[in-house]
Each structure stands twice: as C-alpha cells, then as structure tokens.
C-alpha cells in the first residue's frame, strides 16, 4: 500500500489501480519470459536425449576430478 501511494503521490499514475494494473503487466511478461526460457531449456535437454539415444557422446573418465 505505501508503495501504490509513493508512486500515486509521485505523479508516475494517476491513481491505485493504474500502479496494480502495471504491475501485473510486468508480472505477465516475467511469466511470459520465464516460459520461453523454461521452453529453451526443454528444448536443448531434449537434444541431449537424442544426442544420448543416437551414439552422439563421448565417455569420460572423471574419477578423483569431482572429489575437489
């Protein structure tokens, strides 16, 4: 509530509802964004997979490289 009266009393909105109406916009397109990535990421594990399934790897031996 203080911040809605901050911004109302700032001039930035003219009233409460303007500064919650912004605020779900941002909050819409943070989700928006974050799907996208999220969609991205699936995608590329998703390569992986495949990549997995087809032979496309290589074997490493890491034993004593984690142990730091």
């Given at each position: 509530?203080?911040?809605?009266?901050?911004?109302?009393?700032?001039?930035?909105?003219?009233?409460?509802?303007?500064?919650?109406?912004?605020?779900?916009?941002?909050?819409?397109?943070?989700d928006?964004?974050?799907?996208?990535?999220?969609?991205r990421?699936?995608?590329?594990?998703?390569?992986?997979?495949d990549d997995l399934?087809?032979?496309?790897?290589?074997?490493?031996?890491?034993?004593?490289?984690?142990?730091?």
């Amino acid at each position: 509530a203080e911040l809605i009266r901050f911004y109302v009393e700032g001039g930035r909105y003219a009233s409460p509802s303007e500064v919650v109406s912004a605020g779900l916009q941002l909050l819409e397109a943070q989700d928006r964004e974050d799907e996208a990535k999220l969609e991205r990421l699936r995608m590329e594990v998703q390569k992986g997979i495949d990549d997995l399934k087809a032979g496309r790897y290589i074997e490493a031996d890491c034993d004593g490289e984690l142990d730091a």
